[in-house]
């Protein structure tokens, strides 16, 4: 089992920057592939962002490609996404998710993930 906790979400104004993380615990972190996900109100999740085990590769949807940056530290159990020229469209609840049994190399921004933060809001005003 492994337990993830999202921060870093809040009000900005488009343009702007946010940084969100994700502290895992439980199990050691550097043994699972990590995604970022997100739901706005009334659609379904998407797939953000996701990043291998080992770091060494990743995925970003078309959506955000060029402006968010997925990485992760194992030495401190997190996971980041830093997101750049924020725009209203990226208003939503942003979730980590975790999956278990992943290659080294692979991200898996489709999962399937075994494991879920509570979720952090970013909410950007025009």
């Known amino acids: 089992q492994v337990q993830l906790v999202e921060s870093g979400g809040g009000l900005v104004q488009a343009g702007d920057s946010l940084r969100l993380s994700c502290v895992a615990s439980?199990?050691?972190?550097?043994?699972?592939?990590v995604a970022w996900f997100r739901q706005a109100p009334g659609k379904e999740r998407e797939s953000v962002a996701a990043?291998?085990?080992?770091?060494?590769?990743?995925y970003y949807a078309d959506s955000v490609k060029g402006r968010f940056t997925i990485s992760r530290d194992n030495a401190k159990n997190t996971l980041y996404l830093q997101m750049n020229s924020l725009k209203p469209e990226d208003t939503a609840v942003y979730y980590c998710?975790?999956?278990?049994?992943?290659?080294?190399?692979?991200?898996?921004?489709?999962?399937?993930?075994?494991?879920w933060g509570q979720g952090t809001q970013v909410t950007v005003s025009s």
């Open positions: 439980g199990r050691t972190f550097s043994g699972y592939a």
């Open positions: 998710a975790a999956k278990a049994f992943s290659a080294l190399d692979i991200p898996y921004p489709q999962g399937p993930y075994d494991y």
């Open positions: 990043i291998s085990r080992g770091g060494g590769n990743r």
